[in-house]
């Protein structure tokens, strides 16, 4: 009998992946190098490294043990020929669109992209001649028709912000390559515990790290996975502009990559449990969750995804001071911006990540003036349930 060879898997290759030989006297966690230059005492191998035709560290704007680490681990977690990674995801997101598009480029993406990257999309690119097209979230045949318009970056975000809408990768990705597009996916909201977009056909994932994978409201970063010639072209712009994750960054976020599983999939049970009850409660209008079964995105989220993600969004029949009293209630959930945390975060789009839109622009993409999205920690299901409950009545 011949033994196959196994893949580790998530959990195993978050804890132990990338940590091989960069410990150091026996220490059983990655060092923190602060260092923000590296020396060489011969000038042959410096030359060499300086060149790029062996791998080492130089200067920490570029390149550091610490963040390499954490990129690796990326690497191992979303499958990828490469990673690279930011001090926010932001920086992720902008550094990626600016370093793989020129003057005359055009790019194809959704109208519900989170709102900085669409800032992106309708202020700056435009700024240096490069055409964008947002196509209504949910229509596929009318993304298909913009990227036979011609295509060269297709930019993905699924789940979306904050009505949880569901894209299909496969198929997307398959029309994107059909125009000749780079495709990239933001996985922020999924996370690669329940969504591997390289596998269903992305050439890119970008991460803002900030939220489940630094996981405790306290780190920021972004990162970048996928084709290796695409991810060193993002590199060489990156350690130009300096966007550069710090070391002592990186390390939270390798910490926080060993819970990533078990935070995800507790966060994942909670998300669907508090959907399940607010569903069902009186004072609650619309739920928008992809595990509910009859989610419009249902389907596709059971085919692409294995486990349907820590939020859940959700709206009242009133007004907005009835969003206040029933947020002030609460007493398990930090009212605040953000999510993948592991405490409940909570907050209405009107207020926050849609704030600058009117209320008509708001109601064009589907957002209702009373809609409450909430990132689900990973209490206790039931202390969740009884807080909401009280917190509705
Ligand atoms: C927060 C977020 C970003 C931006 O990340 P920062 O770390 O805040 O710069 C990008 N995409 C999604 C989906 C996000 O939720």
């Not at 200067?59 to 680490?69: I, K, L, Q």
């Not at 097209?133 to 993304?143: F, V």
């Not at 405790?216 to 695409?230: F, K, P, Q, T, Y």
């Amino acid at each position: 009998m011949t033994e196959r060879k196994r893949e580790p898997g998530i959990g195993t290759r978050a804890v132990w992946g990338a940590e091989e030989g960069v410990t150091w006297q026996g220490a059983t966690q990655v060092p923190v190098v602060h260092s923000v230059t590296f020396g060489f005492d011969d000038l042959d191998e410096w030359l060499d490294v300086g060149s790029g035709r062996t791998r080492g560290h130089i200067y920490s704007r570029n390149t550091n043990p610490t963040v390499e680490v954490f990129e690796e681990k990326m690497r191992l977690l979303e499958g990828a020929g490469a990673a690279t990674s930011f001090a926010t995801g932001m920086a992720a997101i902008s550094n990626t669109l600016f370093a793989l598009l020129a003057p005359g480029k055009r790019v194809v993406s959704i109208r519900d992209t989170y709102g900085g990257t669409s800032r992106i999309f309708l202020e700056f690119l435009p700024k240096f001649g490069v055409e964008v097209e947002l196509c209504p979230t949910e229509d596929h045949e009318a993304i298909e028709a913009a990227l036979q318009r011609g295509c060269d970056l297709l930019y993905l975000e699924t789940p979306t912000n904050p009505t949880m809408k569901i894209l299909d990768i496969e198929r997307l990705a398959r029309a994107g390559h059909a125009a000749g597009a780079v495709v990239v996916v933001d996985n922020t909201f999924a996370t690669p515990v329940n969504q591997r977009p390289l596998e269903l056909g992305a050439d890119l994932v970008v991460h803002s790290a900030t939220k489940f994978i630094g996981g405790h409201s306290d780190a920021m970063g972004g990162v970048l996975c996928g084709r290796e010639d695409l991810v060193g072209e993002v590199f060489r712009f990156r350690e130009i502009n300096g966007a550069t994750l710090a070391p002592p960054v990186a390390y939270f976020l390798i910490r926080s990559l060993k819970t990533l599983e078990l935070r995800v999939l507790r966060q994942n049970e909670n998300a669907l449990g508090l959907a399940r009850f607010l569903r069902k409660h009186a004072a609650v209008d619309k739920v928008f969750h992809p595990g509910l079964e009859d989610d419009p995105g249902h389907a596709v989220a059971r085919r692409q995804m294995s486990g349907f993600g820590g939020l859940v969004s959700f709206s009242l029949p009133g007004e907005m001071k009835d969003v206040g009293r029933f947020l002030g209630r609460l007493r398990y959930a930090h009212r605040a911006a953000s999510l993948g945390s592991v405490g409940t975060l909570i907050g209405p789009p009107a207020v926050t990540s849609h704030v600058e839109l009117t209320a008509e622009a708001r109601a064009e993409l589907g957002i209702p003036e009373t809609l409450i999205r909430c990132s689900v920690g990973i209490e206790n299901l039931d202390d969740l349930i009884a807080d909401f409950d009280q917190a509705l009545g």
